[in-house]
């Protein structure tokens, strides 16, 4: 539900106002939808304003009197959206004629799932402000935060598990949406209804390695708690239940005491490998100091030694070139052919000058020997390192066959239920 804002009406008649002046900041049939407008985050700057300069949000924050104007100033019904996101204010207009049919219909249809709202209308939404970078790890997080409520917390029993799982998760979904975007919204409990419906086997993926790595840790609530599909049947109040099983689709039926070396060594082995890499991440970093121009020191080294010598090669052709010049001078008589020899000797001087300072730039680019020595030693270990990440990687892949087997098991066990015989 809305918090219940009394509106003042001059301030409504400014504020609209103020909307009309900045009109080219809003953008009508959003997306080519008629029923969506986005109110871009030049105008939200001038709306947070205008607020602040008439209220003093005691009993109500800022954003609570920005959606209670908004609503107000373009005259929407309680089932619209009105959201922040990144600096803008997004509208949605939810059909109240089109949802009331939804409502009448089966209750048991889809649509009604989703709290009376169109999936084209949920889809838009999702395709327009979900499925974006920031919210890549939004179902991890759900996964993670059922298994802390209600595994490493309350504990639930397998019957608890069955009666409520997907609601649990559904509310978990729901809460976490009026996180991101604020907002109460009858919406989001239809959209949350949607994106578990299309990311439900993504949830229980995650859901089913969260309690594998449990399991790893040798957890015996979490142990106790998947022995419950080892069980064939089961009676309560007299009456007989099939319990689902963690089976293959080869038919191989998981327990835990046969899974239990497998996800304990796939799991270390994962673990190393993700330790390992943020080691190799680090001294990749230390080791990219010494580089000089994008190469490593050794080859940095080698390819200027290389040029000094060169250098060198020049500087004792320059010295045999002044040596040569200065004997003919001696020998020379004439007045004009000893000037020219002058400007010769001269000019070969700051040639061999200029040929000294490359030396001298080149010798400065060179790595020093406790550089080297540095470098040498971080590339011994990073290359330790690398081999331990290849072992690794190579124990991981030999058990990933088998632990796939058992993470797709739990996941059927998981999203079924026990059936009445």
Same mark, same amino acid.
Request: glycine share 2%; proline share 1%; hydrophobic share 35%.
């Given at each position: ?20 002046? #900045? ?45 209670? +104007? ?28 089109? *949802? ?23 889809? =838009? ?8 970078? $920031? #919210? ?24 608890? +598990? ?45 859901? =089913? ?56 060594? +796939? ?34 080294? $080698? ?10 090669? $020049? ?58 020595? *540095? ?5 011994? $270990? ?20 088998? +632990? ?18």
């Amino acid at each position: 539900m809305h918090k219940q804002i009394k509106i003042d009406e001059i301030i409504l008649n400014n504020f609209i106002e103020l909307i009309e002046n #900045n009109e080219e900041n809003v953008l009508y049939d959003y997306q080519g939808k008629e029923n969506q407008i986005l109110l871009q985050s030049n105008l939200v700057k001038l709306i947070e304003e205008f607020l602040k300069q008439n209220f003093s949000f005691k009993n109500y924050t800022l954003k609570d009197f920005i959606k209670a +104007y908004i609503r107000a100033a373009f005259d929407l019904k309680e089932n619209a959206v009105v959201i922040s996101k990144n600096g803008n204010l997004f509208l949605k207009i939810i059909d109240e004629s089109v *949802q009331k049919k939804v409502e009448d219909k089966d209750k048991n249809t889809v649509k009604n799932r989703y709290n009376g709202v169109e999936e084209n209308e949920l889809k =838009s939404f999702y395709d327009e402000f979900f499925e974006d970078e $920031e #919210n890549k790890n939004f179902f991890f997080e759900i996964a993670k935060e059922f298994v802390e409520i209600y595994f490493d917390n309350r504990k639930i029993s397998n019957n608890e +598990y069955e009666k409520n799982v997907f609601s649990y998760i559904q509310q978990i979904t729901l809460e976490k949406l009026m996180r991101i975007y604020d907002d109460e919204d009858g919406f989001f409990l239809g959209f949350a209804g949607y994106i578990f419906r299309i990311h439900f086997k993504e949830v229980f993926t995650y859901i =089913s390695e969260l309690i594998l790595d449990e399991i790893a840790l040798s957890n015996v609530y979490m142990m106790n708690f998947i022995n419950y599909y080892s069980q064939d049947i089961l009676v309560v109040n007299g009456i007989k239940y099939k319990i689902p099983h963690i089976e293959a689709e080869n038919g191989l039926r998981w327990t835990v005491p046969s899974m239990l070396s497998i996800v304990k060594i +796939y799991t270390k082995a994962k673990k190393s490998i993700q330790h390992l890499k943020k080691e190799k991440e680090t001294y990749q970093k230390r080791v990219q100091k010494f580089y000089v121009n994008g190469l490593s020191p050794i080859k940095n080294n $080698e390819i200027l030694l290389n040029e000094k010598a060169g250098i060198e090669i $020049e500087i004792e052709h320059s010295i045999r070139s002044i040596r040569t010049l200065n004997d003919r001078l001696d020998r020379t008589k004439n007045p004009e052919r000893k000037q020219i020899l002058q400007e010769e000797i001269l000019k070969e001087k700051e040639k061999l000058k200029q040929i000294k300072s490359r030396k001298e730039d080149t010798l400065k680019n060179i790595v020093k020997q406790s550089g080297l020595t *540095q470098y040498i030693t971080l590339q011994k $270990e990073l290359d330790t390192l690398n081999r331990k990440l290849q072992r690794e990687k190579k124990i991981l892949k030999q058990n990933t066959t088998a +632990y796939n087997s058992i993470k797709e098991s739990l996941v059927k066990a998981l999203i079924s239920k026990k059936s009445r015989l």
